[in-house]
């Protein structure tokens, strides 16, 4: 039996914690408050310190591209954000001219690309959508979704993973296993029988086992490539959001979450920031390639 053991990674309580991301050269993490337009890290080498910039724009997913450039999904488009002058640089604009619409989940894929969706910001039904940025083009892969999350990989499979948190479900593509590009139409990966269940944000470890926080349950679910349920580690923050492999060899695994003010007993935790130990086949994200 796996033994986990979670601890708080950062106490500051965000409104929406989203997209952790572990920096594999600078050894550090990564992570948005969507609602309040922050961009925070932490070092390792600094543990009592956690570093926050305010962002021009709403970000909402991060990748990295070498030791001096992450890549933002920002509710404009995708940015090149330089770490120590925090200076942010158009890579491409997407749906800036609609209003209504914002960035959500994104991921680096094995192939150097990043993928980014866009949602309606009242959620409104079928507005949601998935673009892939790949050797400077940007195509429009998934439409007609709702609250469009966790995107994230098995490049062992050719497979790529999303969900629709209004649908309760998560989808698998079929991807080429020399590009990334999807080939073929979607198909259910896992079906939550209760629809209030929200997934969130996931991640996908060496063994193609998918690593997903569940909004409004509390827990985070390993899920084997086979659909099989194999760990819930269960957390003290009830709207975990997003999972990502972190340390030197992917040993641990970090959750954003987002605060609920509802639950007064956990109040002083929602919204932080947590490590869990105890993970055996992590790995760590792949640059996106400009």
């Given at each position: 039996?796996?033994?986990?053991?979670?601890?708080?990674?950062?106490k500051?309580?965000?409104?929406?914690?989203?997209?952790?991301?572990?920096?594999?050269?600078?050894?550090?993490?990564?992570?948005?408050?969507?609602?309040?337009?922050?961009?925070?890290?932490?070092?390792?080498?600094?543990?009592?310190?956690?570093?926050?910039?305010?962002?021009?724009?709403?970000?909402?997913?991060?990748?990295?591209?070498?030791?001096?450039?992450?890549?933002?999904?920002?509710?404009?488009?995708?940015?090149?954000y330089?770490?120590?002058?925090?200076?942010?640089?158009?890579?491409?604009?997407?749906?800036?001219?609609?209003?209504?619409?914002?960035?959500?989940?994104?991921?680096?894929?094995?192939?150097?690309?990043?993928?980014l969706?866009?949602?309606?910001?009242?959620?409104?039904?079928?507005?949601?959508?998935?673009?892939?940025?790949?050797?400077?083009?940007l195509?429009?892969?998934?439409?007609?979704?709702?609250?469009?999350?966790?995107?994230?990989f098995?490049?062992?499979?050719?497979?790529?993973?999303?969900?629709?948190?209004?649908?309760s479900?998560?989808?698998?593509?079929d991807?080429?296993?020399?590009?990334?590009?999807?080939?073929?139409?979607?198909?259910?990966?896992?079906?939550?029988?209760?629809?209030?269940?929200?997934?969130?944000?996931?991640?996908i470890?060496?063994?193609?086992?998918?690593?997903?926080?569940v909004?409004?349950?509390?827990?985070?679910?390993?899920?084997?490539p086979?659909?099989?349920?194999?760990?819930?580690?269960?957390?003290?923050?009830?709207n975990?959001?997003?999972?990502?492999?972190?340390?030197?060899?992917?040993?641990?695994?970090?959750?954003?979450?987002?605060?609920?003010?509802?639950?007064?007993?956990?109040?002083?935790?929602?919204?932080?920031?947590?490590?869990?130990?105890?993970?055996?086949?992590?790995?760590?994200e792949?640059?996106?390639?400009?």
């Amino acid at each position: 039996m796996a033994d986990f053991k979670t601890i708080l990674f950062s106490k500051v309580q965000n409104q929406l914690g989203e997209s952790p991301l572990w920096h594999p050269i600078l050894d550090m993490l990564f992570w948005v408050d969507i609602n309040k337009k922050l961009l925070f890290c932490r070092s390792f080498d600094e543990p009592e310190i956690i570093h926050s910039v305010e962002m021009p724009f709403i970000v909402t997913a991060i990748a990295w591209h070498d030791a001096e450039y992450l890549i933002l999904g920002t509710e404009l488009g995708i940015y090149r954000y330089n770490i120590n002058s925090k200076f942010t640089e158009l890579i491409i604009e997407l749906e800036s001219n609609e209003l209504n619409r914002r960035s959500n989940d994104g991921r680096a894929d094995p192939w150097g690309g990043f993928w980014l969706s866009t949602m309606d910001k009242s959620a409104q039904k079928g507005q949601g959508k998935v673009y892939r940025y790949y050797n400077k083009k940007l195509d429009c892969i998934i439409t007609d979704l709702t609250i469009p999350n966790g995107l994230c990989f098995d490049k062992n499979r050719s497979r790529g993973y999303y969900c629709d948190s209004f649908t309760s479900c998560i989808y698998q593509l079929d991807l080429d296993d020399i590009t990334g590009e999807v080939v073929g139409t979607e198909k259910v990966f896992y079906q939550f029988s209760n629809t209030d269940i929200d997934p969130d944000g996931c991640v996908i470890d060496s063994k193609g086992n998918l690593w997903l926080a569940v909004w409004g349950m509390g827990c985070v679910m390993c899920l084997s490539p086979d659909a099989e349920l194999l760990h819930t580690i269960k957390v003290n923050i009830l709207n975990p959001t997003c999972t990502a492999f972190g340390g030197k060899q992917g040993e641990l695994l970090f959750v954003t979450s987002a605060l609920c003010e509802s639950n007064n007993d956990l109040q002083n935790i929602q919204g932080a920031t947590l490590q869990i130990k105890g993970i055996k086949n992590g790995q760590l994200e792949p640059p996106v390639i400009l």
